[in-house]
């Protein structure tokens, strides 16, 4: 997905969220704030984005958007239950309806046989409590991976929790 391509899902996200008079905050490790960036390229995208979080050490995780350090060691940085956390606490910490959560293995190094480069775990946390968590690995060097995650968040974000 090209970068008219992402904006253009921005756009359509933040029309669904103006709608809903909702708001979206982003707890970004592995993309480093590019869905941030995605949503303020939009004019009038205060209306619908809060903020986002930048969280790409543990303890960002921890200070910024409440991950528990019990997570962190049992599960990892790239796990479901850290990006579950993460996503929750966005959304907490900004007073967001939605909130969307990545943390992932962009390359070139970084892998495991359990978490190869490319690995990357998604939360988007929504109105009553809906989390939905998943897995992805994409296949290219860390700016493919990093681009495939942004649009991956974005297009599950509008079709699983914002299209009717």
């Not at 929750?88 to 007073?95: D, I």
């Not at 939605?98 to 939360?123: H, L, R």
């Amino acid at each position: 997905m090209n970068d008219e391509q992402l904006q253009q899902l921005s756009y359509r996200i933040g029309e669904q969220l103006k709608i809903r008079q909702a708001t979206i905050t982003a707890a970004e490790s592995c993309t480093g704030g590019w869905i941030a960036k995605i949503f303020t390229d939009i004019s009038g995208s205060s209306a619908w984005f809060e903020r986002g979080f930048v969280t790409y050490s543990n303890q960002a995780k921890q200070q910024m958007v409440g991950v528990q350090v019990s997570t962190l060691e049992q599960h990892g940085a790239v796990s479901e239950p850290t990006v579950r956390e993460m996503a929750v606490g966005a959304g907490k910490a900004a007073a967001a309806e939605y909130a969307i959560a990545v943390s992932g293995i962009a390359g070139p190094d970084g892998g495991t046989p359990d978490k190869p480069v490319g690995t990357v775990w998604f939360a988007i946390a929504g109105p009553e409590g809906r989390v939905l968590a998943q897995r992805k690995i994409f296949a290219g060097d860390r700016d493919a991976v990093r681009r495939q995650s942004v649009a991956w968040a974005l297009q599950t974000l509008l079709d699983e929790f914002l299209t009717n």
